[in-house]
T-cell receptor, first 110, second 115 residues
Framework: GEDVEQSLFLSVREGDSSVINCTYTDSSSTYLYWYKQEPGAGLQLLTYIFSNMDMKQDQRLTVLLNKKDKHLSLRIADTQTGDSAIYFCAESIKDYKLSFGAGTTVTVRA | SAVISQKPSRDICQRGTSLTIQCQVDSQVTMMFWYRQQPGQSLTLIATANQGSEATYESGFVIDKFPISRPNLTFSTLTVSNLSPEDSSIYLC????????????FGPGTRLTVL
């Protein structure tokens, strides 16, 4: 079955790096995703990584994938107050459907 | 990327009534999905909206409660029927990019409150 797990909360100081971790169970997942949800808003696709890659970088975002351990992480460099949000990890399951983790609430403090 | 809009953005409904949510994509897409996000929780897939055929429902979701239409490649509706307070949630539609199904974009969501 599909099961995605994330830590629920992360507090980080402005300017520091944030690292959000995720584990998944479906070894057949071809893509893994990070979405951002700000209060009262929908989900914004931040980035995604193909399962045969181990790293993807996009400006301040770095995704690391350890397929052997089924571990995914999102690093946000130079974290800003606008990065405060809930971050969801998701894995692709059958037929392009997504299975989501519970979300990590990131709070950026001055 | 696909730009997705939903209507209404929020609604307050009485128990026993129904609400129909519309989802419009700015380009033709093959894959459209409906998700539910209960208060303080993650997203759960309700169904895949198939163009020209009946929707495919996930375990725990049935057509009588969540009828879905998909008349063309840019539009879908989700109806939440016979509302109860337990249906209070955010309902989101998503679509795979027309050229890359693996890029999935979400609408802003419809926040439903049932009294």
């Amino acid at each position: 079955g599909e099961d995605v797990e994330q830590s629920l909360f992360l507090s980080v100081r402005e300017g520091d790096s944030s690292v959000i971790n995720c584990t998944y169970t479906d070894s057949s997942s071809t893509y893994l995703y990070w979405y951002k949800q700000e209060p009262g808003a929908g989900l914004q696709l931040l980035t995604y990584i193909f399962s045969n890659m181990d790293m993807k970088q996009d400006q301040r975002l770095t995704v690391l994938l350890n397929k052997k351990d089924k571990h995914l992480s999102l690093r946000i460099a130079d974290t800003q107050t606008g990065d405060s949000a809930i971050y969801f990890c998701a894995e692709s399951i059958k037929d392009y459907k997504l299975s989501f983790g519970a979300g990590t609430t990131v709070t950026v403090r001055a | 990327s696909a730009v997705i809009s939903q209507k209404p953005s929020r609604d307050i409904c009485q128990r026993g009534t129904s609400l129909t949510i519309q989802c419009q994509v700015d380009s033709q897409v093959t894959m459209m999905f409906w998700y539910r996000q209960q208060p303080g929780q993650s997203l759960t897939l309700i169904a895949t909206a198939n163009q020209g055929s009946e929707a495919t429902y996930e375990s725990g979701f049935v057509i009588d409660k969540f009828p879905i239409s998909r008349p063309n490649l840019t539009f879908s509706t989700l109806t939440v029927s016979n509302l109860s307070p337990e249906d209070s949630s955010i309902y989101l539609c998503s679509a795979g990019s027309g050229t890359n199904y693996n890029e999935q974009f979400f609408g802003p969501g419809t926040r439903l409150t049932v009294l």
